[in-house]
Nanobody, 118 residues
Framework: VQLQASGGGLVQPGGSLRLSCAAS????????MGWYRQSPGKQRELLAA???????TYRDSVKGRFTISRDNAKDTVYLQMNSLKSEDTAVYYC?????????????WGQGTQVTVSS
């Protein structure tokens, strides 16, 4: 399984970005797809995850600002990020392969940098 993430970049506080992650390989369409992030000196943290049936979970700090979605036909997961704050600056990783919303799977994308700064 390979994951290709895109959509990161530099955005001003209050702005929006949409991340995408396309998975290639068999077996991912039935698993959880999620987004994590990691800032320097901090542990990687779960932001949001979605099941193939559309069930979701979100980290409290991003609820109401971030929305996760997926296109099962394309094996692609998205993260719409609105009202971005400086503390959202991090490397964002997509993840697939888990069977549980709050657990990471074995496959990770390469990471995409999101920088929120004026």
């Amino acid at each position: 399984v390979q994951l290709q993430a895109s959509g990161g970049g530099l955005v001003q506080p209050g702005g929006s970005l949409r991340l995408s992650c396309a998975a290639s390989g068999s077996g991912v369409s039935s698993t959880i797809m999620g987004w994590y992030r990691q800032s320097p000196g901090k542990q990687r943290e779960l932001l949001a995850a979605i099941s193939s049936g559309g069930s979701t979970t979100y980290r409290d700090s991003v609820k109401g600002r971030f929305t996760i979605s997926r296109d099962n036909a394309k094996d692609t997961v998205y993260l719409q990020m609105n009202s971005l704050k400086s503390e959202d600056t991090a490397v964002y990783y997509c993840n697939v392969g888990s069977r549980r919303l709050n657990s990471s799977g074995r496959y990770w994308g390469q990471g995409t940098q999101v920088t929120v700064s004026s």
